[in-house]
């Protein structure tokens, strides 16, 4: 995740650079509700969403990672109600997925 290049160079264009190119700061925020499936009724279904201490584990394992190779990482308070403000630069939404 570290070395994808969201970033702009201006003389290069689009796409040239990642975080660690340009000294970005990482903000790890857990979603799990993310999982919700809405294809029968109206009601989200959250079941195949990880327990919360399996996805504690596994999210602070993300954090471990990203602090090793790219230094301190904030993070939101898992399983909590957060207000996040952020500011999209762009009309790009992108799904990462592991194999």
Do not use: C
Request: hydrophobic letters at 40%.
């Amino acid at each position: 995740m570290l070395r994808l290049r969201f970033w702009s160079e201006e003389a290069e264009g689009p796409w040239k650079k990642n975080i660690k190119d340009i000294g970005g700061g990482i903000l790890a925020v857990s979603q799990f509700t993310l999982l919700a499936r809405t294809d029968k009724g109206s009601k989200p279904d959250f079941h195949q969403a990880m327990s919360g201490p399996d996805a504690l584990l596994l999210f602070d394992y993300f954090v471990e990672l990203l602090q090793k190779d790219h230094g301190p990482v904030a993070t939101g308070a898992f399983g909590e109600y957060m207000q996040v403000d952020i500011q999209n630069d762009g009309p790009v939404t992108i799904i990462l997925e592991a194999s």
